[in-house]
């Protein structure tokens, strides 16, 4: 069954360092989210990516945070200068198409800790 | 008020027991209701999705949406120590750019052998 890839399982950094989070979506997918989950709260919305370019963004997605799809695969979230409160497992996900017959796929995660 | 209210538990129920999960939602936007499972560290797994008012069965899992009264369930059936996890109401309305999903803080089952 194909599997929304992500990398790494877990990223240590210190505050202040700029991060990537990497994920490779299934490969006919179209639309592409990163959600986040601190550790024992709910998972929330970041962005929505779609047609190379962000559709919808939360109120979390400040001018810190950027996605990317550098390639045909690859779809990246980068923190500029990380800060403790970053802290959280970061799910990507992706979906077949606009229609809503279809979930999100979503990625193991990344756990990040800022420290 | 939240836009979606679930109950976190921890719910802990023998095997075989049938299990009733609910969301409540404030939003009558949302139209696109889905059921995901969590296992500890692991992403979000999409059980069952449901368009509008009505039910949906899959095997053990039974899906009802109340749009009127805004409530939805999952019911599981002859449960098993293997549904054991986090279970997240989903939904999302249509009109927003690719669907945005917004996620109930999720319920904790237990099921003990």
């Known amino acids: 069954e194909p599997e929304v890839t992500q990398t790494p399982s877990h990223q240590v950094t210190q505050m202040g360092q700029e991060v990537i989070l990497r994920c490779v979506p299934i490969s006919n997918h179209l639309y592409f989210y990163w959600y986040r989950q601190i550790l024992g709260q709910k998972v929330e919305f970041l962005v929505s990516?779609?047609?190379?370019?962000?559709?919808?963004k939360s109120e979390i997605f400040d001018d810190q945070f950027s996605v990317e799809r550098p390639d045909g695969s690859n779809f990246t979230l980068k923190i500029r200068s990380t800060k403790l409160e970053d802290s959280a497992m970061y799910f990507c996900?992706?979906?077949?198409?606009?229609?809503?017959?279809?979930?999100?796929?979503f990625g193991s995660g990344t756990r990040l800790t800022v420290v | 008020q939240k836009e979606v209210e679930q109950d976190p538990g921890p719910l802990s129920v023998p095997e075989g027991a049938i299990v009733s999960l609910n969301c409540t939602y404030s939003n009558s936007a949302f139209q696109y209701f889905m059921w995901y499972r969590q296992y500890s560290r692991k992403g979000p797994e999409l059980l069952m999705y449901t368009y509008s008012s009505g039910n949906k069965e899959d095997g053990r899992f039974t899906a009802q949406v109340d749009k009127s009264s805004k409530y939805i369930s999952l019911f599981i059936r002859d449960s098993q120590p293997s549904d054991s996890a986090t279970y997240l109401c989903a939904m999302s309305a249509s009109g927003t750019g690719g669907f945005k999903t917004i996620f109930g803080a999720g319920t904790r089952l237990f099921v003990k052998a």
């Open positions: 996900a992706s979906r077949a198409d606009r229609g809503p017959n279809y979930g999100y796929t």
């Open positions: 990516f779609y047609n190379n370019e962000i559709s919808e």
